[in-house]
């Protein structure tokens, strides 16, 4: 089977789940017996990482004092990454972020970072794994009590479940994600694309919004671009996609075509939208963000497909 290209940062296949393993009621235990079992640290939602001889996440062992302390109701089976059984452990230490995390004993330091500064610098895969790490510990967190009576949740499959700990309830919950429509809009040799006033100087990006109840794919990226720009838009094509932690969206990429020219900002979201050519990107403005992003992605497929330069050798 031909392996498909890995187009954004944290897609791909980093990891292999193996979701049926979740079913073990004695998932714990045996991760415990395996001395190949390797555990990421999680404190909130920062992770142990360290910096020399550059960024790459701390990888634990069983033995390890930080380790051997942790009850099965802190931990999640993410899966086997790099062909070793890799389970989330959620320190309930006190501190946070950008808090050293020495164990006296400890095989190993680090300190506990957030994901978003560091994506760019780990490996591909390890930020991938940190991704997927984090939106579960976020769903986690968020999810103690149930929506539904009140009561306490207790962890289920291998922590991918939260079940109502009353038992004339018994509602079970289940990690969400928060659709997400990103889109570049070309009327052929001009690019839409617009800025939220918080941004850095000449930071311009696509347009982007969340999927409402009841509507479609389609039907959101015409209504985001519609009421943040006053544009119209006929085609859509599907482009890629991007997980998004930040905190649990999955960003859903598309190319559309415009019907209409004249921008109008209808619901202040945005604090300038203006038509870009390739040459004013080429020139540096606007500033098109962050090459992890898929927003940068989206540019990059319609600008080098009428460039002589590639936009990654640009700047």
Known sequence: MQQRKTLNLFAGPYLDRNAWEREDAAWFEVAR???????????GT????????SPHVVFLAGDDPRIAVVQERQAVLLGWFEGARCVL?????????????????ATSAGHFEELRPLSGALPEREAGLLAYARALSIWRTRHRFCGACGAPTLPARAGH??????????QEMFPRIDPAIIVLVTDGERALLGRQSNWPKKRYSTIAGFVEPGESIEDAVAREVLEETGIAIGDVTYQSSQPWPFPSSLMLGFHAQALSRDICRRDGELEDAQWFSRA??????????ARTSIS????????DAGWPTPLAEIG
């Open 33 to 43: 017996r395996d001395p190949g079992t390797r555990y990421v640290l999680a404190r």
């Open 46 to 53: 920062a992770h142990l990482v360290v910096h020399e001889p």
């Open 89 to 105: 452990v959620e320190d309930e230490a006190a501190g946070g972020a950008g808090a050293e995390a020495p164990a006296p004993g």
């Open 161 to 170: 479940v939260l079940a109502c700990s009353n038992s004339a309830c018994g």
């Open 280 to 289: 004013d990107i080429a020139s540096g403005h606007p500033l098109v963000g």
């Open 296 to 303: 940068w992605r989206l540019i990059e497929s319609w600008f």
